[in-house]
């Protein structure tokens, strides 16, 4: 292949099915990307936009060239361009997730212990919301504050109020509350992060990113699709492994460690997560689509006025 013609930003797997957008997550959410320093990100950016500029340095391989590009999607903006914090990559989803998942399945008897979690958690969701927004819809200190406090304050509303109602409950209806929180944190948490998007709209374009507009209903469709693969990300770990773990605590070997529940705990989510981050991510394609005729009236009269109906879908940034 000649590396002067070769396109950089093509998909390298077909984006347009659900096991080529795997390959794709389980590339740039692999966790070993997150431990790279700054340094060799930089690196690996600079050869992507040389590449963009059709000046691929000499001896450079697309081996090479597949792996900057791995490098750059897991660690940069695809809006901006600009570096995300190491926090709110996907590429540490599974080791901050396991993490704190693990612990929230463990400590969940108590209430302080509940709410110390939960507030962890949506601290750490709402900078990963924060962080993988569509970033063409800023959004200002204050409303972060504001979607923060209201994201923590339900999920502590849910996971308290559920922990007092299953005080009676079987134990295994208690170890559930845990995602019962998250899931509905997250209904609340990333719609209020990005409502830059749903007052005003997300940029659209056409099938060559030539923009169209701002559509507040493509800004719906994206943001419940992200609501969606992130309650999807931690359903199978929050829900199987509860009942893994009252299987096991009745062996009398699990009963003399139970200092170890933790540790075995944050294991197994991270198992999980491991296929859970890329598959979510995978259930609807990154670049969303919508048509014409589903657009607000305004927005399609303005497009039908100006390509008639050379343009059928437009395109948006749905984000993670």
Request: glycine letters at 6%.
């Amino acid at each position: 292949m000649a590396l002067s013609s070769f396109d950089i930003d093509a998909p390298r797997w077909d984006q347009s099915t659900f096991m080529g957008r795997l390959k794709h997550f389980f590339n740039i959410t692999d966790c070993r990307t997150a431990v790279l320093p700054d340094s060799r990100l930089d690196e690996a950016k600079a050869l992507v936009e040389s590449c963009r500029a059709g000046s691929t340095p000499p001896g450079t391989s697309v081996e090479q060239l597949y792996y900057a590009k791995k490098l750059y999607d897991s660690a940069f903006h695809p809006d901006t361009g600009d570096r995300m914090n190491l926090i709110g990559r996907m590429s540490f989803q599974v080791p901050g997730g396991m993490a704190i998942t693990g612990f929230m399945l463990q400590f969940y008897r108590t209430v302080p212990a509940v709410v110390f979690w939960q507030w962890v958690n949506q601290s750490f969701n709402a900078l990963v919301n924060y962080t993988n927004r569509n970033a063409a819809s800023p959004i200002s200190p204050k409303q972060i504050g504001v979607a923060y406090v209201t994201a923590t304050s339900t999920a502590l509303a849910t996971a308290v109020g559920l922990n007092l109602y299953t005080k009676k409950a079987p134990p295994l209806v208690a170890r559930w509350v845990p995602f019962a929180a998250v899931a509905a944190a997250n209904c609340v948490n990333i719609p209020m992060m990005r409502q830059q998007e749903i007052l005003n709209g997300i940029a659209v374009t056409d099938e060559n990113g030539n923009k169209l507009g701002h559509s507040k209903k493509a800004a719906v469709k994206g943001i419940t699709q992200v609501v969606i693969s992130r309650i999807t990300m931690a359903a199978p770990g929050m829900i199987i492994l509860p009942i893994i773990m009252q299987r096991l605590e009745k062996y009398k070997f699990m009963q003399r460690i139970t200092f170890l529940h933790g540790p075995i705990q944050v294991m197994l989510v991270g198992v999980f997560l491991i296929f859970m981050v890329p598959a979510a991510c995978s259930l609807f394609p990154q670049r969303c689509s919508m048509a014409v005729s589903k657009l607000e009236p305004e927005l399609r009269d303005s497009i039908v006025s100006q390509y008639g109906d050379k343009v059928q879908l437009v395109y948006f940034n749905k984000g993670l």
